[in-house]
């Protein structure tokens, strides 16, 4: 099992960008893929981006594309997510969770941690 806690969530303008941070508990965490999540309030959360246990191999949802990037470090047990040319469109909790491979489905994944809040302003 694996513990995760999101932070660095914020109020930011239109354009600029933010970086999250999850912090994982133990020594379990490279043995799980990982995965970025958001929920905007009234709708169904939606996957952001994922990335495998060696942080070789990253996926995106079409809306954040070139816009985020998903990275991990497994000697901190750390998960980032940097948000760049953020729109109000990405205000929502972020969630980071951890599964057994990356996937683009909620359902793929065993664990989540609180989620930070995230605004863009327009």
């Known amino acids: 099992q694996v513990q995760l806690a999101e932070s660095g969530g914020g109020l930011v303008q239109a354009g600029g960008s933010r970086r999250l941070s999850c912090a994982a508990s133990?020594?379990?965490?490279?043995?799980?893929?990982m995965g970025w999540f958001r929920q905007a309030p009234g709708k169904e959360r939606e996957f952001v981006a994922s990335v495998s246990l060696s942080g070789s191999s990253t996926y995106y949802a079409d809306s954040v594309k070139g816009r985020f990037t998903i990275s991990r470090d497994n000697v901190k047990n750390q998960v980032y997510l940097q948000m760049n040319s953020l729109k109000p469109e990405d205000t929502a909790v972020y969630y980071c969770?951890?599964?057994?491979?990356?996937?683009?489905?909620?359902?793929?994944?065993?664990?989540w941690g609180q989620g930070t809040q995230v605004t863009v302003s327009s």
């Open positions: 969770a951890a599964g057994p491979g990356p996937s683009d489905s909620s359902l793929g994944y065993d664990y």
């Open positions: 133990g020594r379990t965490f490279r043995y799980y893929a």
